[in-house]
């Protein structure tokens, strides 16, 4: 296994309590923080490791751990990237100084104008929470997209209004609703208006393919699922382990130098002394993708792989209709570009 990524759970103590957090069904038990986190710090200086994800729960409760964490990674890892996801209550003044110094990206977890809704409560409505925000070097908005937000504009239209105050244009990243288990809120989805939003995010997608330079949000984000099949072709090995890439070319461990099936999840399946058999584990018990041949059959399975191996079998088949939607529609698209550019190639002779 060459490892590109590696998520460190740092604790899975939280102060939130998001209606669709999936680690409320995937940990049973919690993962306990280590101050001294030496049992990883030769793992770190082993590997050739290009990212770090500093994980919870949420990170920020752990900050004297992440201070110390971060400047042995800058020196077993000069060149590695590091990466924080969090809902930004505890962001401080203090915390962004150190995080822009060290260069480290900061992804804020906010869902638009449902977030009160979905998880509880709205940082961006501390103005002391927003002008930390606002002041960090490098960021991004990681949105959980569910029936209550899932007209995309709408939360494109409410950070463009929030940040334009500050000249300030910020990636938005979106993440599809995993967990359906949760809250029957959040699965109410009306699927002839989502196709109607889906046709406008594929126009705009296939207007900006053309142009030399495409920059929009929906080529952004639509190019990173190509990438993902881009990846499948070139090495289709990693069709036997989930898109995430867990124990294909991303670990997932905690400070005690456990390797976790999910950054999610408390569930061990090995240690970082003897990663072949946490692999080995994890293709004998947690290879899903075998369990349904129907998902191996369907032309989606290269960008979606069956599913999160953490989803009930009724979670997966709500997941499994909007990926159909999501990808049949990308291929669609993509067909259409493929015509529109031998038509001018035709015309060209």
Not at 233 to 247: E, H, K, W
Request: aromatic share 10%; glycine share 4%.
């Amino acid at each position: 296994m060459k490892i590109h990524t590696v998520y460190i759970n740092l604790g899975s103590n939280c102060n939130f309590n998001c209606l669709y957090c999936i680690q409320h069904n995937a940990i049973n038990s919690e993962i306990k923080a280590n101050d001294r986190f030496d049992a990883i710090k030769e793992f770190i200086l082993m590997n050739d490791i290009k990212r770090f994800l500093l994980w919870g729960g949420e990170p920020l409760i752990y900050w004297e751990v992440i201070k110390e964490l971060v400047q042995y990674i800058e020196f077993a890892k000069p060149k590695a990237k590091i990466v924080i996801v969090t809902n930004g209550s505890l962001l401080t003044e203090e915390k962004v100084d150190f995080f822009n110094e060290h260069s480290i990206g900061i992804g804020l977890s906010h869902d638009g104008p449902v977030t009160e809704i979905s998880r509880g409560k709205n940082v961006l409505h501390d103005k002391a929470r927003l002008d930390c925000f606002m002041k960090l070097k490098e960021k991004s908005i990681s949105c959980v997209v569910s029936a209550l937000n899932q007209d995309i504009y709408s939360v494109y239209e409410y950070f463009d209004s929030l940040f334009g105050e500050y000249g300030q244009s910020i990636d938005i990243n979106l993440d599809w609703l995993i967990d359906h288990d949760q809250s029957q809120l959040l699965n109410e989805f009306d699927f002839k208006k989502l196709e109607q939003t889906l046709d406008r995010f594929m126009q705009r997608f296939r207007e900006e393919a053309t142009k030399e330079q495409p920059c929009s949000r929906e080529f952004s984000y639509l190019l990173q699922r190509l990438r993902m099949v881009q990846k499948a072709v070139a090495q289709p090995q990693s069709l036997n382990y989930p898109i995430c890439g867990v124990m294909y070319d991303t670990l997932n461990i905690d400070l005690w130098g456990n390797v976790l099936l999910c950054h999610n999840s408390d569930t061990v399946i090995g240690s970082i002394y003897n990663i072949a058999e946490a692999e080995e584990n994890f293709l004998k018990n947690y290879n899903y993708n075998l369990q349904d041949p129907k998902c191996q059959q369907c032309e989606k399975f290269i960008v979606c792989r069956g599913g999160c191996p953490l989803q009930s079998i009724q979670s997966k088949k709500l997941t499994c209709r909007i990926n159909k939607m999501i990808y049949g529609k990308l291929l669609t698209a993509l067909y259409e570009i493929d015509r529109e550019w031998k038509g001018k190639e035709r015309r060209k002779i």
